[in-house]
């Protein structure tokens, strides 16, 4: 601390008036925001000389490339420390709290998602212009011997520590099968190793990149793997899909691609990276003791049981052991729970429906107040979505005015139900026969929640007797 605190004022030529922690992650590095008046720098102190050496070289070198990084504007003669500037506190992790929490990701949130997977290629390619890997710690290439040491993370800090039975040289033959494909592209990129939004910082909107100094010169997947498969990102396939595209559009600037073959070979490096991180998670939370790795399990290992749907002819014992170990009871609870919506439209003079679910039931609606075309004998044999009647009640206006109320109320339910990982919703639209207002009502508002929300979406008009299932967009 003293030698921080040294350093500031010494660089800036006024003494330190306040000093605040700042929040660490899986680093053992201590960041402190250190200001004088106006004057406010981000202090960062670390054990390791050689991870501070790197982060500080690469900083230099990132700037000349004009990569959005921070500038580092004064180390210590042992670089124990150093100063950088202060890029505030907006990460995109915290930006893209709602989406992450929901799954549904708002225009605002995938706009700063395509904006910062647009510029990895930049990073991996312009970071590694006349760099010399050397630096890089605490290895200089992505190679087997760093495979193999993130596959064991996996085997020794996560796997053992479930208690499950498994035949070690099995697993062995299939880790060096996977480093053999991980390793087959020879290409003369920058690795970011952990470029994930926790790392990304906002500044106006821009996207800037932090804790780059465990890259080395590797292949270009590992890092959108790490990016897209961020454990508790919690990305929708489609939204994969949609960055993955962009991405490719920025890495053709420097390499042509071939979508099948690079798209075969990103999923390897996504089941990598799920071990490595649940390694991580294991080393962190179980032996660290720090809770917040610990819950960010179940998330990783979702993302494993999807990469297992399809699974990996080319590791036959390990699929089958990651399998097993996803079954296991302590992990029972962490499995993607998904909301399902109900939805009925119903006659008074019936009895409101059931709830199959034992919830209890919940939203009811009275459609009653609603002008009715029940009352002219030219809708008797048409339904409320029928274009007849639809034709009334919207020009009418008071069913349009009655569903505007009530789909902020709605939204919010839905919402807060993905993010407490609630699995059954119903709501109810109640008029005289069932037929023309509450059916109405009903179907929009299931097309409404299907398409905002993409969950699965069960519709029922009772006293019409159909049903129609709008089915989770992935």
Request: hydrophobic share 35%.
């Given at each position: 601390m003293q030698s921080l605190t040294d350093l500031f004022n010494s660089f800036t030529g006024k003494p330190h008036q306040t000093i605040e922690a700042l929040p660490t992650s899986g680093s053992n590095r201590k960041y402190y925001r250190i200001s004088a008046g106006a004057t406010s720098l981000i202090g960062v102190y670390g054990e390791s000389r050689e991870e501070n050496h790197a982060f500080i070289v690469l900083a230099h070198h990132f700037r000349k490339q004009g990569l959005n990084v921070p500038l580092v504007l004064a180390v210590s003669g042992d670089e124990s420390c150093y100063l950088q500037e202060d890029l505030g506190d907006s990460l995109l992790f915290d930006r893209i709290k709602a989406g992450r929490s929901t799954g549904v990701f708002s225009h605002g949130e995938k706009e700063l998602l395509h904006k910062t997977i647009a510029l990895l290629a930049d990073i991996q390619y312009l970071g590694a212009r006349d760099l010399d890997f050397n630096v890089c710690y605490p290895l200089p290439a992505f190679n087997h011997r760093s495979v193999m040491w993130d596959l064991n993370y996996f085997k020794y800090n996560f796997l053992k520590t479930t208690g499950m039975e498994f035949l070690e040289d099995q697993l062995e033959n299939d880790f060096d099968k996977m480093a053999e494909i991980l390793l087959q592209d020879e290409t003369h990129t920058f690795m970011y190793r952990d470029f994930q939004s926790r790392n990304v910082m906002l500044v106006e909107d821009e996207p800037y990149f932090i804790d780059f100094q465990g890259g080395r010169k590797g292949p270009v997947y590992y890092d959108l793997a790490s990016f897209l498969w961020q454990a508790?990102?919690?990305l929708p396939a489609g939204l994969r899909e949609e960055l993955i595209k962009t991405?490719?559009?920025?890495?053709?600037?420097?390499?042509?691609?071939?979508?099948?073959?690079?798209?075969?070979?990103?999923?390897?490096?996504?089941?990598?990276?799920?071990?490595?991180v649940l390694g991580a998670y294991g080393f962190r939370g179980y032996f660290e003791k720090k809770p917040h790795f610990i819950q960010s399990v179940p998330f990783a290992l979702n993302n494993l049981r999807e990469l297992l749907d399809k699974g990996f002819d080319e590791y036959p014992y390990l699929c089958k052991m990651l399998r097993e170990m996803c079954e296991l009871k302590q992990f029972a609870d962490s499995r993607k729970r998904e909301l399902e919506v109900r939805i009925y439209s119903f006659a008074y003079k019936k009895g409101i429906p059931d709830d199959s679910s034992g919830n209890g039931g919940g939203y009811v609606f009275d459609c009653r107040a609603i002008n009715n075309p029940g009352k002219f004998e030219r809708y008797n044999n048409v339904t409320?979505?029928?274009?007849?009647?639809?034709?009334?009640?919207?020009?009418?206006g008071e069913i349009v005015t009655f569903l505007e109320t009530l789909y902020p109320l709605i939204d919010r339910h839905v919402k807060r139900y993905m993010e407490r990982n609630f699995t059954s919703l119903m709501i109810s639209f109640g008029c005289t026969g069932g037929q023309h207002r509450s059916v109405y009502a009903a179907q929009h508002v299931a097309e409404h929640i299907s398409k905002k929300y993409g969950v699965k979406v069960s519709l029922v008009h009772r006293e019409q007797n159909l049903e129609q299932e709008f089915r989770k967009k992935n």
């Open positions: 508790k990102a919690n991405y490719i559009t920025s890495l053709r600037k420097y390499q042509p691609v071939e979508e099948t073959t690079f798209r075969e070979q990103l999923r390897h490096f996504v089941l990598f990276r799920t071990l490595q409320g979505l029928d274009e007849p009647v639809i034709r009334f009640l919207e020009e009418d």
